[in-house]
């Protein structure tokens, strides 16, 4: 059996930055189904949005996210975000992330526009930043002597009190598929973390991996958590269609350096729908699920133990 003080279900950019943090006191275990680096975060393309530009502001960047919310955004949540928006892109520079430069801007790096921001924020490494951030981190992951990286393994359920026949409400752990033995394991854990992202592949027609499957929503909701916001699923806005073929991701900095969308005559379509046209936001939710602890569904406490 294996043990860890805490277990990262999930190796996208938030289970890999999790690890990172928590990997200087505890020892840690991150669970992936497939590669480490294979998942959501990865394939993310145009970059990232934060306040790096003396003309940008905090107040700007949460008015742009409050209006492409359409008024579902927590206020405070958005404020928190936005206003260690930087401090979370220098931590990925000092970990040596490879951002596209741009010795004349005054940041020193290139900043793009995306639909539904007002200004240029949007740092990139190249069109791969998911790619150049993840592998990044994942070299760091690697390397660190307190993370033990289990590739090719398939979250099956959390052991649960219930489970092993005890009274209380806590999570120890998760039973998992080996890929490689073809076996289930035991992964025992004094804290346990869900960081498994979306299940956007349950739809028919989607840009999302097929990693994203929905796997820690469910076993969240049979440990008795309760699920919410579950309509807020992420679609990219523009792909490339092929009824034989998966669709393929066209990234939102080229509409936002100018692209324009057409029908197959030629016709603009998106001013009929907003008048920002290719600059509207696309309508994605914010966190993809939330997993909170209330007495409308008593289940296991979150703090501590099942996060």
Known sequence: MLKFDVLIIGSGLAGMTLALHLAEKRKVGLITKRDLLEGSSTYAQGGI?????????????????LIAGAGLCNEDTTRFIVEH??????????????????????????????????????IHAADATGAAVTSTLGQKIKAHPNITELEHYI??????????GQDGKRA????????NSD????????????????????????TNP???????IAMGWRAGCRVGNMEFMQFHPTCLYHPHSKSFL?????????????????????????????????????????LRNEEARPGLRLSGHLL
């Not at 076996?183 to 989607?206: F, M, N, R």
């Not at 097929?210 to 820690?216: E, I, L, N, R």
């Not at 016709?267 to 600059?279: A, K, N, V």
């Open 183 to 206: 076996e289930v394991v035991t992964i025992a854990a004094q804290h346990t973390i869900l960081a498994s992202g979306g299940a956007g592949k349950v739809y028919l027609y989607t």
């Open 49 to 65: 949005a934060a306040v790096l530009d003396t003309d940008d502001s905090v107040e700007d960047h949460i008015r742009d996210t």
């Open 85 to 122: 928006s930087k401090e979370a892109i220098d931590w990925l520079i000092e970990l040596g992330v490879p951002f596209t430069r741009d010795d004349e801007h005054q940041t020193g790096y290139h900043l793009t526009r995306e639909g539904g921001h007002s200004h240029r924020r949007i």
């Open 210 to 216: 097929d990693t994203a499957t929905g796997d820690g």
């Open 155 to 164: 979250a099956i359920d959390l052991i649960t009190s219930q489970k092993l």
């Open 172 to 179: 120890y752990g998760v039973y998992a598929l080996d890929k």
């Open 250 to 290: 066209i990234t939102e900095a080229v509409r936002g350096e100018g692209g324009i969308l057409k029908l197959p005559d030629g016709t603009r379509f998106m001013p009929q729908h907003d008048p920002r046209g290719e600059l509207a936001p696309p309508r994605r939710g914010g966190p993809r699920h939330r």
